[in-house]
Nanobody, 126 residues
Framework: VQLQASGGGLVRPGGSLRVSCAVS????????MGWFRQAPEKEREFVSA????????YYSDSVKGRFTISRDNAKNTVYLQMNKLKPEDTAVYYC????????????????????WGQGTLVTVSS
């Protein structure tokens, strides 16, 4: 399974950005997809996840109400729309994929996911 994240960049506080993750090598609709981020000298943290059919999404408290995860199973792509960005959102954003069954208690743990993309840098600064 290959994951290719893209769409990162520099954005001003309060601005918006959408990052994408294109998946190949697996039936995308059978994957649970997640987004994590890692700021310098910090641990990787959960941002959001979406189940296979897209009906159930999860968000961290820090992004709830500002970020929206979505997926297009026809395009084998998962998106993370980020609005009202803050400097503390600055990080490398990684997409992740789970091929198995998602335990609802573990959706926010990096070890739950089987495959990872290379990351895309989002910098929020004036």
């Amino acid at each position: 399974v290959q994951l290719q994240a893209s769409g990162g960049g520099l954005v001003r506080p309060g601005g918006s950005l959408r990052v994408s993750c294109a998946v190949s090598g697996y039936t995308f609709s059978n994957l649970v997809m997640g987004w994590f981020r890692q700021a310098p000298e910090k641990e990787r943290e959960f941002v959001s996840a979406i189940r296979r059919l897209g009906g159930i999404m999860y968000y961290s408290d820090s992004v709830k109400g500002r970020f929206t995860i979505s997926r297009d199973n026809a395009k084998n792509t998962v998106y993370l729309q980020m609005n009202k960005l803050k400097p503390e959102d600055t990080a490398v954003y990684y997409c992740a994929a789970l091929t198995g069954i998602l335990n609802g208690a573990n959706f926010d743990k990096p070890g739950t996911y089987d495959y990872w993309g290379q990351g895309t840098l989002v910098t929020v600064s004036s």
